[in-house]
């Protein structure tokens, strides 16, 4: 496995294009299955996340096929197998959302429960109360989920807490069903509304993505359909936080400012200077960043998954923040090795209260999830001297093209491989 090799204090400068949203293209990916005929999807990232949900249709049996410049061709006329191998979804929580399409187009699903990132308890009772309302019958054994049903029925759900996989998941699965279906609470994330006009051009009938109540309106089959695959914020807002922590000027092409407005709303809270124009988010700061307070939410409020990248930069602000993780509460797993980079952070709970260095200094470092791996790599390139972080098979899970794309902001940065591992591999 390769490791990273950053040497901090370069300025960032210059243009990168955004990659397609991670989450997005898994929650279309899925959805897909729900469609007889061929779909092609644009814009699709070059990831991990997306390679394992590509192994995850092909060993349902469908086609799925990726071509040069992110397009990739799934056809779901036939899906030969109806159970998902826990080896896919222990990789990947997203894949565990095969399980409804595949229930709805074959009358029975059996999928292993989800593995993905360690950032806390990530249980799946909302799916599953979601489906069995839709009238599936369903048992949970040996580390399996197992629906069974003669046919989905249109329902309401109330979710607990406004999931975007269970909102994902439950609405992809009532497209099928007959009659109407209502979810409450549901998420209001742009992935939602992403995978909602995707299965819309797929002959779906939606309303209410978006908002909080979301109502499907069951229909008899589905096609493929062709789709574009909007930007990824959380790789943007990534990026416009090493703009910010290396004082530098940072354009990001094919950004979708409503999508990344409370991040860009609190960016400009410390000090940065944050610009849209034709879809183009420009990132500038030439001081010190000033230090503000986040507290994570539900979209329209502050993203979880840039909450580890955003401390990075507050750990080199001027004054305290205070840093609240409401979402996920293992998502502080990045803060020792901050605290190893010279950091000063109380965490406690759900809560992380940072009082700002005047610099960081380079370490060895371990990416211990995919965000905290983005949090280190912004510290690093802020820091003073050389960095090395292993684990970065976490940041290619949901990165495309990282190290390329910070060179070509002028960061001094390299993936190399690394020998420590080997030496522990072979003696
Ligand atoms: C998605 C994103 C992830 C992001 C998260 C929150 C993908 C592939 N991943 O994950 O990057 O961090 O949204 O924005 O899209 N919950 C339950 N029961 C359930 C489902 C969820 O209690 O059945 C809880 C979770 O424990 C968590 C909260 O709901 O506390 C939000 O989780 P959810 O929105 O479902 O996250 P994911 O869809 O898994």
């Known amino acids: 496995m390769d490791k990273l090799v950053l040497t901090g204090g370069a300025r960032l400068e210059g243009t990168i294009v955004s990659s397609g949203s991670k989450n997005g293209t898994l929650a279309i990916m899925a959805g897909a299955l729900l469609g007889k005929g061929e779909t092609v999807l644009h814009n699709v990232p070059a990831i991990g996340d997306v390679r394992t949900m590509m192994d995850m249709l092909r060993a349902l049996g469908v086609k799925c096929e990726e071509y040069p410049k992110g397009i990739v061709r799934i056809d779901a006329t036939e899906i030969d197998v109806t159970e998902a191998p826990y080896e896919l979804v222990k990789r990947m929580r997203a894949s565990f959302c095969v399980l409804g399409p595949v229930l709805a187009r074959k009358g029975y699903a059996k999928v292993a429960m989800p593995g993905g990132c360690d950032i806390g308890a990530r249980p799946i009772d909302f799916h599953v109360k979601g489906i069995q309302a839709l009238g599936a019958y369903v048992n949970i054994d040996h580390g399996f989920v197992e629906a069974e049903c003669e046919r989905l029925c249109g329902t309401e759900v109330y979710l607990n807490f406004p999931s975007a996989g269970a909102t994902q998941h439950i609405m992809s699965t009532a497209c099928l069903a007959d009659g109407m279906t209502v979810i409450h609470n549901a998420a209001t994330e742009p992935e939602v509304t992403q995978l909602t006009d995707f299965l819309t051009a797929m002959g779906a009938r939606i309303e209410g993505a978006g908002t909080n109540t979301v109502r499907i309106e069951g229909v008899k089959e589905l096609r493929g359909a062709n789709y574009e695959v909007p930007a990824d914020r959380m790789e943007a807002g990534t990026f416009a936080v090493a703009a910010v922590i290396t004082r530098g000027d940072v354009r990001i092409e094919e950004v979708q400012y409503d999508d990344i407005e409370p991040f860009t709303l609190k960016l400009r809270e410390v000090g940065a200077i944050v610009d849209f124009a034709d879809n183009c988010m420009r990132v500038r700061c030439n001081a010190r960043p000033m230090a ?68 960081l200094t380079g370490v060895q470092a371990v990416a211990s999830d995919l965000r905290a791996g983005a949090a280190l790599v912004c510290a690093a390139l802020g820091a003073e001297g050389k960095s090395e972080i292993s684990g970065i098979e976490h940041l290619q899970r949901g990165y495309e093209n990282m190290v390329e794309k910070l060179k070509a902001l002028g960061a001094q940065v390299s993936a190399v491989p690394d020998e420590q591992e080997k030496e522990t591999v072979f003696v």
Not at 307 to 317: D, R, S, Y
Not at 332 to 344: C, K, Q, S, T
Request: proline share 6%; aromatic share 8%.
């Open 292 to 359: 503000t307070d986040i507290m994570t939410m539900p979209h329209p409020g502050f993203p979880t998954d840039l909450q580890q990248p955003f401390a990075a930069l507050l750990a080199t602000a001027q004054g305290t923040s205070v840093v609240t993780e409401n979402v996920y509460e293992r998502r502080f797993r990045y803060v020792n090795e901050l605290i190893r980079m010279g950091a000063d952070i109380k965490q406690d709970g759900r809560t992380a209260v940072i009082n700002g260095v005047v610099k």
